[in-house]
């Protein structure tokens, strides 16, 4: 049985290392699914702070709701705007019906936007743990 550290730990840790896997998608020209990994990095992030909370950890993508579960921490509107956004590339690269426009949409422009605004959250998030 894991100490509830122990799990907080394992939730920075594995989005430390998808957060590489996000950079070097990017680095390889598949943007797509970089935006895909960013995605999971900040739910990651989000869920360790949910345990390191003692809250419950529900089963879902949603970054907002997760975001919004959180007592001791306080979003701007801002990022919670870019939560909501950024739940979409969950959907997008996961779903065939959605992945050609995903695909289509994920320019190096918008990737570089939306990178960017990943980076800040994950550092922002980091320093609540």
């Not at 920075?12 to 895909?36: C, P, T, Y």
């Not at 970054?63 to 870019?82: K, N």
């Not at 570089?112 to 922002?124: A, K, L, P, T, V």
């Amino acid at each position: 049985m894991l100490t509830k550290q122990e799990v907080v730990d394992y939730w920075k840790e594995s989005a430390l290392k998808d957060r590489q896997v996000a950079k070097s998608m990017i680095e390889l020209g598949h943007n797509d699914w970089a935006l895909f990994i960013w995605h999971l990095v900040l739910e990651k992030l989000l869920k360790g702070l949910l345990v390191k909370e003692d809250k419950e950890v529900v089963r879902t993508h949603n970054l907002f709701r997760l975001a919004t579960d959180l007592e001791e921490v306080t979003f701007s509107d801002e990022h919670l705007g870019w939560l909501k956004e950024i739940t979409t590339f969950n959907l997008e690269a996961c779903y065939s019906s959605y992945k050609l426009e995903f695909y289509k949409k994920a320019t190096p422009e918008y990737t570089g936007r939306w990178d960017s605004h990943c980076e800040e959250i994950y550092q922002w998030l980091l320093k609540k743990y």
